[in-house]
Nanobody
Framework: QVQVVESGGGLVQPGGSLNLSCEASGNIFKDKTMGWYRQAPGKQREMVAAVTTFGRSNYAHFVVGRCTISVNGPKNTMYLLMNNLSPRDTATYYC????????????????WGRGAQQAVSS
């Protein structure tokens, strides 16, 4: 079970940016493909982006061109930067393993942390 703590988020206006961090226990980013997910109120959780241990990344269609996922190995921290936010990006963002990099499917049999809430509103 991956132990992570998400941070960042808050309230931004449309057109603003999101900057999230995911601090993990151990050298998880050296061993596993990890990803960012989000769950909007009343909707199912969806994958936003993922990155492999070799640095290969994949992005959901709704963030392509405005999102960057990255890892700082020595700090055991993964980041998500997203710009040009709209109210549709309002959600709780989670980090977790990403075993389905190609299909961007959300794993079901896994523990989810508290996440980081991001609201986009004027």
């Amino acid at each position: 079970q991956v132990q992570v703590v998400e941070s960042g988020g808050g309230l931004v206006q449309p057109g603003g940016s999101l900057n999230l961090s995911c601090e993990a226990s151990g050298n998880i980013f050296k061993d596993k493909t990890m990803g960012w997910y989000r769950q909007a109120p009343g909707k199912q959780r969806e994958m936003v982006a993922a990155v492999t241990t070799f640095g290969r990344s994949n992005y959901a269609h709704f963030v392509v061109g405005r999102c960057t996922i990255s890892v700082n190995g020595p700090k055991n921290t993964m980041y998500l930067l997203m710009n040009n936010l709209s109210p549709r990006d309002t959600a709780t963002y989670y980090c977790n393993e990403a075993p389905f990099l190609a299909t961007m499917d959300v794993p079901t049999d896994t523990y989810w942390g508290r996440g980081a809430q991001q609201a986009v509103s004027s």
